[in-house]
Nanobody
Framework: QVQLVESGGGLVQAGGSLRLSCAAS????????MAWYRQAPGKQRELVARIINDDSTNYANSVKGRFTISRDNAKNTVYLQMNSLKPEDTAAYYC???????????????WGHGTQVTVSS
């Protein structure tokens, strides 16, 4: 089992910045990929940014140039630096990870409980 704990959400004015963190703990031998998703009220959950083992990243078009995902493998932590925030970035942000409990097994997907980001205009 893997636990993902997010932090760093809050209320910020448009144009401001926030940094989200997600720490993974539990029983695993590797984390293949970590990502941030978000879900606004009445909308589907969507991928915001993903980082995989080779440090390659991909972003939703709506956040490119404003958000940066990074990870600290020694701390099993992923970060999302969010700059130039807009009211449309308001959502619950969820951490997601694919991890392996043992070498050679298929990875399992895990979700955090989410952290709220609210951007006021």
């Amino acid at each position: 089992q893997v636990q993902l704990v997010e932090s760093g959400g809050g209320l910020v004015q448009a144009g401001g910045s926030l940094r989200l963190s997600c720490a993974a703990s539990g029983s695993f031998v590797s984390i293949d990929a970590m990502a941030w998703y978000r879900q606004a009220p009445g909308k589907q959950r969507e991928l915001v940014a993903r980082i995989i083992n080779d440090d390659s990243t991909n972003y939703a078009n709506s956040v490119k140039g404003r958000f940066t995902i990074s990870r600290d493998n020694a701390k099993n932590t992923v970060y999302l630096q969010m700059n130039s925030l807009k009211p449309e970035d308001t959502a619950a942000y969820y951490c997601n990870a694919w991890s392996r409990s043992r070498v050679g097994v298929l990875p399992t997907n895990y979700w955090g409980h989410g952290t709220q980001v609210t951007v006021s205009s």
